[in-house]
Nanobody, 124 residues
Framework: QVQLVESGGGLVQAGGSLRLSCAAS????????MGWFRQAPEKEREFVAS????????DYADSVKGRFTISRDNAKNTVYLQMNSLKPADTAVYYCAASPYSSASYQSDRYVYWGQGTQVTVSS
């Protein structure tokens, strides 16, 4: 069992930065692929980024490549999403998720545990 709690969301102007954190409970955190997804109002949830259990493999949605960076600290049971050059189109609720599958990447149905989400609002 893994419980995930996101933090770090908020209101920021376009061009600004935010860092999201996802704290995980459970001793097996380091064995999970971790991902970030987001859902904007009236839109489907979409993949943002993922990171392998050791952190050596990362994957990003095309819309955030070069602007967002995912990282993890297994000693702290925490995964991060550094978001730079934010755009109004990045406005969404951001969710952290954990998958026992090394190949999970963008496939949301392979993620077993989900956090409650944190709101990110980017003003123009």
């Amino acid at each position: 069992q893994v419980q995930l709690v996101e933090s770090g969301g908020g209101l920021v102007q376009a061009g600004g930065s935010l860092r999201l954190s996802c704290a995980a409970s459970g001793r097996t955190f380091s064995s999970y692929t971790m991902g970030w997804f987001r859902q904007a109002p009236e839109k489907e949830r979409e993949f943002v980024a993922s990171i392998s259990w050791r952190g050596g493999i990362t994957d990003y949605a095309d819309s955030v490549k070069g602007r967002f960076t995912i990282s993890r600290d297994n000693a702290k049971n925490t995964v991060y999403l550094q978001m730079n050059s934010l755009k109004p189109a990045d406005t969404a609720v951001y969710y952290c998720a954990a998958s026992p599958y090394s190949s999970a990447s963008y496939q949301s149905d392979r993620y077993v545990y989900w956090g409650q989400g944190t709101q990110v609002t980017v003003s123009s």
